[in-house]
């Protein structure tokens, strides 16, 4: 069993930056991808950022291309997103992901293991 911790949310202004934090706790060595999606009130869950085990070849939804960066590091078996110029439309509850995904790895299916969540508000 895999539990993930994400953490790092926080209320900023737009042109700020955040860098969220999600701890995987357990062996993670089933997954293929983590990845960080997010949800704003009356929305659906959007695929924000996805890495491979490796860490290599990175996905991103086309918009937080250019202003998040997401990485991980296995030996502390952690995933990040530094989030910099963000705007109010990026304001959601972000949650972090791992699994083995299905089709695109932004579209969320295949994702065996989700974070409890971290909120994220920016103000313009």
């Known amino acids: 069993q895999v539990q993930l911790v994400a953490s790092g949310g926080g209320s900023v202004q737009a042109g700020g930056s955040l860098r969220l934090s999600c701890a995987a706790i357990?062996?993670?060595?089933?997954?293929?991808?983590m990845a960080w999606f997010r949800q704003a009130p009356g929305k659906e869950r959007e695929g924000v950022a996805a890495i491979t085990t490796g860490g290599t070849v990175p996905s991103y939804a086309d918009s937080v291309k250019g202003r998040f960066t997401i990485s991980r590091d296995n030996r502390e078996n952690a995933l990040y997103l530094q989030m910099n110029s963000l705007k109010p439309e990026d304001t959601a509850m972000y949650y972090c992901?791992?699994?083995?995904?299905?089709?695109?790895?932004?579209?969320?299916?295949?994702?065996?293991?989700w974070g409890q969540g971290t909120q994220v508000t920016v103000s313009s």
């Open positions: 992901a791992a699994g083995r995904p299905m089709g695109w790895v932004l579209r969320g299916n295949g994702y065996n293991y």
């Open positions: 357990g062996d993670t060595s089933g997954s293929n991808w």
